[in-house]
């Protein structure tokens, strides 16, 4: 079983994100775990990212990429983090320079901006979709 | 007041999609009226693209742009459509041949690939963005 924590500052606001996010982890259940981690500021962000063994960021200058693409590097993270791998939302203002300087790989997931917490459901889908890539199924095509 | 219509192939099928594009909508109520109209299949979908005045389509393929330059595009669009415009998302199959090889501008959310669903959403967030852009808010910084 895959896991795979989403750490995130801020709070939960909007319920249809929440329901959105709670539907992909729901279909992905059996193949991959999908936790989020709330914390509070940058400070408390930056305390938890050097506890985790496998990080990726999610940022708007990170590396553009296709679904596919997407799917191979989340497997290559996985295999990594030995089956681990967290990946980190900035808050409102972004990812604190702390992390961006560090040697994380930097994921974005469109030139468009979008809200921290819209990241979280797009990432949710893009996880999902992922795992249909890895096995071939046809939600992906 | 503007109006966008968005026209798309299918059925409501998220309960969340629908209150998250409806918050959006709620949200720039008073700048930018959007409706929603779903067609059955592509042949519904021709029929009604060829009575738009003013049309642009989101397409894999299309020009990947920021949301500024989406909100610049926008308002350009908004102009030769005398405040009407349509945008045209496609099945789950895209968007048919005949439309694709029509002049219509063609715009990509994102080089991943997204249902077309989850499209209705982004979209309707990044048209809440550009009102936001225009009037120099700070929602979008």
Redesign the interface.
Known sequence: MLRLKVLIVGRSK????D??VA?YSRRMASTLQLVTEWVRDDAQLLQQVVKEAQVCCLHPQGR????EQ?AKQLSQLFEAGGSRLTMVIGGAEGLPTSILEGCYPLIS???????HQ?CRL?LA??VY?STEIWRGSPY?K
Chains 1, 2 share one sequence.
């Open positions: 909007e319920a249809w994100i329901e959105g539907e553009l990429v296709s679904s997407f997931l469109s030139p468009m901006t979008f809200t819209m797009l889908e893009q979709r992906h």
